[in-house]
């Protein structure tokens, strides 16, 4: 077995709604101590010009996490990291290019082996906000006699449900650039695969004060599919705001910690 390099290349993967400029604390404390760090925009996501409305499937999602990967030196592998449903995008990629991946971190994240495949996937990954009322600005891109195809949390919201541990400025600043997220694409992501999907060592790290996932959902997602490590941060929904240096510890220390 092969360890994870000294300098490893670290690719972050946001979650619903955000972009690759929520990543820019972490980014920042990666790169400062001389690591490598590609933040990328998913389909509809961030600075990507694409309509989350006209994102029906989550293979055309995901597309530039793929491509990126599939695109990569044949001997390079890197460290996925992803956030919330993030996670969903390290899954697919485990299953359809393992080998491009030294290890797979999940923060507040979608761990789910096969997606969205039965209904007690849905009752561990998908948020019930339901204590907040009605918290949800949908889209119906194809019309209003069918199905959302878009959904944001209400900006009234975001700052008691995703950032109620973050700073103000932080909450304020994903105000202004979160988008709506493709509900068709996270609904059908199923993924199949064989014993590959286990070769790619796994961390989870739990957020206990979050508004989002809550933490009895994160404990049944690594019940049924146990990681090779846990971590637990006294964070809201979002430790990149809330506890940027204590989640840039973590992830070194799993790094550090796991050979492949």
């Known amino acids: 077995m092969s360890q994870v390099p000294a300098n490893p290349h670290f690719v972050l993967i946001h979650g619903a709604s955000h972009g690759a400029w929520c990543w820019y604390k972490i980014r920042r404390l990666l790169e400062t101590s001389a690591y490598k760090v590609t933040c990328l925009d ?36 890197v460290i996925l990291v992803g956030h919330s449903a993030g996670g969903l995008s390290l899954t697919d990629a485990i299953h359809r290019l393992p080998n491009k991946i030294h ?71 994903a105000s202004m650039l979160l988008r709506g997220a493709p509900v068709w694409a996270f609904k059908g992501a199923k993924f199949l695969g064989g014993d590959d999907s286990d070769k790619v060592p ?26 090779c490590q846990t971590y637990d941060l006294e964070s809201d929904h979002s430790p990149f705001f809330s506890v940027p240096s204590l989640l840039f510890d973590c992830i070194l220390k799993s790094v550090d910690s796991i050979n492949v």
């Open 42 to 77: 998913l389909k509809g996501a961030g600075i990507d010009t694409s309509n989350p409305n006209t994102i029906l499937t989550f293979q055309d999602y995901n597309k530039p996490l793929l491509d990126f990967l599939a695109n990569l030196p044949d001997n390079e592998k």
């Open 103 to 173: 290890v797979a971190i999940y923060i507040a994240a979608n761990m789910l082996k096969h997606g969205f495949s039965t209904e007690e996937d849905f009752k561990d990954g998908h948020p019930d906000l339901s204590a907040y009322g009605d918290v949800q600005e949908l889209e119906h891109g194809m019309g209003h006699d069918q199905p959302a195809t878009s959904v944001m949390i209400k900006k009234e919201f975001q700052r008691e449900i995703l950032y109620n541990m973050s700073p103000e400025e932080d909450s304020t600043l």
């Open 202 to 227: 796994r961390v989870y790290m739990k957020t206990l004060k979050d508004h989002v996932i809550k933490q009895s959902q994160q404990e049944a997602m690594i019940r049924r599919w146990p990681p």
